[in-house]
């Protein structure tokens, strides 16, 4: 484990027990002011609200000893010393760039956390990322979604249609600017801001998107594409039309419009949407949007007013969080399924029987839905519809699936292939760094379960499938994972506790696992790419990917972690645990902000000596989008029942 340095020792007494900071002070003029109650504003003027509040060094410090004990939980650090291949990309010192940063001088609050957040977004895992309210308040959007088709980068053919689904004011901006955006829906794009189309599409997946280790589908999340965003059918700008943190004002496009043989040259302006809390001026803007809240920090689940008391365990989550979904847009109608949705089909899973009468489809578009249990018994309700309709063979979607609650996606695998397969997900680990064996240590003596605590062993199992008390400390002994040339101490290994389920599992499976097939753009993340997986390495499951660029691998998973603490989640464990003035302890947030951590791994069932994360698993098929698919969910099953079941052949790798 790495030592956290004298700096940061010192950095803990600074900031240790401060209170929250008043807002940085103005001078004569608070560009806040002119864009305050606004929702659309030109990405000018947001830009400088944002950088009006100068550089504070109590919250730089308080930040950056917050990071740095953070990162001492992440599972993975030793492994971006140098990423396997092909995940070379996200290789980096986590260490040396926090040194830097804490080098650098700012001249404000924004350039601070825009390095930050490009450090952690460029570590290309969804799970260990920083968000800063402050700077993710707004969303960059561009009239001009782009789309993979073919061989050819393109501005979204359904542009218009997509677009009008905004509230009023974005098209009544571009008017007022006398921008004709509309006339450039499908056209092909030659050249972005001076690079060829592709390589700014590369440059984006490699500096913006992150979240996914794999280059290919992290250029699927710089696109348009289709999802499900709460429990409707849904369109994402995509990461180049749709950034989360504003830097750009335009994007400069050498394009050739629809029925025209001519390029021209187009600066297209972005327009950023306000997502935060409302404000009338600056110091409104830093209280109500950067400005640390009762949320922001982790409470002690000992005391009254917050112990759990539903006597149900804390659920494991594995997701990422996308930003893009704070401005959802509609799917536009045309491109709607026609075909009537099954049973079960009202939350986050839209299930279809195709025209064949022999394909059913599960769209899932999350394992986090708003009801856990109900999440469970719509599965029921389309495969027993399914069934009663003599359906032979399934295609799983999780195009845009971003995870959820791990004990679904364990759920789905074994209800498609029976209780019978035994324990339906992976060996899993904590890092055992000093301060996390002493929450457990501290839990176990004060006699704590999962009510209250992640930590504690009750929501785990021995190897053996054996359910673990919540005396049992797993820490005791440690192993050690050599990675990089590096000892890093770990837990014994251990299986996660999901069952009983709240529905009846059959002991076989629920199809011919020969006739299931996974199709979708490999942004699949968490838990979604923890099923994926299973269902792959145990079952050998048709996986096809789609889009990407020509000629590029797009791998069928995005971020498999195993577990994710948010920021609050990590400090309720070491408050509950008795442990907030420990020299090791990460201090409160000053700032209303999430460095989220993956705290869990898990280990491939194929290899056990690998993370599912860092195992590169190509899918069989891949096809590239057409018109006919890139935004058409029915079109894309009809397609892939075709390719993957019928007289058709699909090409692989």
């Known amino acids: 484990m790495p030592t956290p340095s004298l700096f940061f020792s010192g950095l803990l007494a600074l900031s240790a027990g401060l209170p929250s900071l008043a807002a940085p002070s103005y001078g004569s003029t608070d560009p806040c002011a002119k864009i305050g109650g606004q929702t659309f504003v030109a990405p000018a003027d947001a830009i400088a609200c944002q950088k009006s509040f100068p550089l504070n060094e109590t919250i730089k410090a308080n930040v950056l000893n917050n990071i740095a004990r953070v990162f001492d939980f992440f599972t ?101 600017i006398g921008f004709n955006w509309q006339r450039l829906a499908g056209a092909r794009i030659l050249r972005i801001d001076g690079l060829p189309a592709f390589s700014y ?27 499900i965003s709460g429990t409707s059918f849904s369109q994402r700008f995509g990461d180049l039309a749709g950034p989360s943190f504003l830097t750009q004002t335009h994007l400069t496009f050498e394009l050739i419009p629809v029925n025209s043989t001519r390029p021209e040259t187009v600066n297209v302006p972005y327009l950023a949407n306000f997502v935060g809390n409302p404000f009338t001026d600056g110091p409104s803007y830093w209280a109500n949007n950067c400005a640390a809240k009762n949320t922001t920090n982790g409470v002690d689940h000992r005391s009254a007013s917050h112990t759990k008391r539903d006597g149900k365990p804390l659920r494991p989550m594995a997701k990422i969080i996308d930003l893009a979904p704070k401005t959802a847009v509609g799917l536009p109608g045309p491109f709607l399924p026609t075909l009537s949705p099954v049973n079960g089909s009202e939350g986050v899973i839209k299930s279809f029987i195709l025209p064949d009468n022999k394909t059913g489809v599960m769209f899932v578009g999350s394992f986090e839905p708003d009801d856990y249990v109900g999440f469970q018994t719509d599965t029921v309700a389309a495969i027993s519809q399914f069934q009663a309709a003599n359906v032979t063979h399934l295609i799983i979607d999780l195009t845009n699936n971003g995870g959820g609650y791990v004990c ?45 605590s992640y930590y504690t062993a009750d929501d785990f199992a021995f190897l053996n499938n054996t359910e673990m008390p919540a005396s049992y400390n797993y820490f005791e002994p440690s192993s050690s994972e050599f990675v990089n040339g590096k000892s890093d101490p770990t837990s014994q290994r251990f299986y996660d506790v999901c069952t009983p389920y709240n529905v009846p599992v059959p002991d076989g499976p629920a199809f011919d696992l020969k006739n299931v097939a996974i199709v979708g753009n490999g942004n699949c993340a968490s838990t979604c790419a923890l099923f994926s997986t299973l269902m792959y390495e145990r079952h050998g499951t048709k996986m096809a990917m789609f889009g990407g660029k020509p000629g590029e691998h797009v791998e069928f998973k995005g971020m498999a972690g195993n577990q994710v603490l948010e920021w609050a989640d990590l400090d309720s464990e070491i408050k509950t645990a008795g442990l907030k003035d420990d020299p090791l302890a990460p201090p409160d947030l000053l700032v209303s902000s999430n460095m989220r951590v993956n705290w869990r791994t898990a280990w491939s069932w194929l290899d056990e000596t690998k993370p599912i994360a860092f195992k590169s698993e190509l899918p069989q098929y891949h096809f590239p989008y057409t018109i006919d698919t890139y935004n058409n969910p029915q079109n894309l099953w009809t397609f892939a029942a075709k390719e993957l079941f019928g007289a058709g052949h699909g090409y692989g790798y």
């Open 408 to 452: 679904l996606g364990l759920f789905l695998h074994q209800y498609l292939a029976g209780m019978g397969i035994g324990y339906a997900g992976f060996q899993s680990t904590n890092r055992a760094n000093p301060l996390a064996k002493k929450i457990l240590a501290s839990d176990i003596a004060q006699g704590l379960n999962d009510q209250v």
């Open 76 to 176: 993975f650090e030793d492994y971006y010393l140098h990423s396997p291949y092909p995940f070379q990309e996200s290789t980096t010192n986590i260490r040396r760039d926090i040194a830097r940063i804490n080098a650098t001088k700012y001249a404000t609050d924004y350039d601070l956390n825009k390095d930050i957040y490009d450090f952690t977004t460029e570590l290309n895992d969804g799970h260990t990322r920083w968000f800063p309210d402050c700077y993710n308040s707004y969303q960059n959007l561009l009239p001009t979604p782009v789309v993979i088709l073919g061989n050819e980068v393109v501005v979204a053919p359904d542009a218009v249609e997509f677009l009008s689904l905004m509230p009023p004011e974005f098209a009544q901006y571009y008017a007022n």
């Open 201 to 227: 599409v590369d440059k984006i997946a490699s500096t913006v998107s992150g979240n996914y280790l794999d280059h290919g589908v992290r250029v699927n999340s710089v696109v348009s594409s289709y999802r």
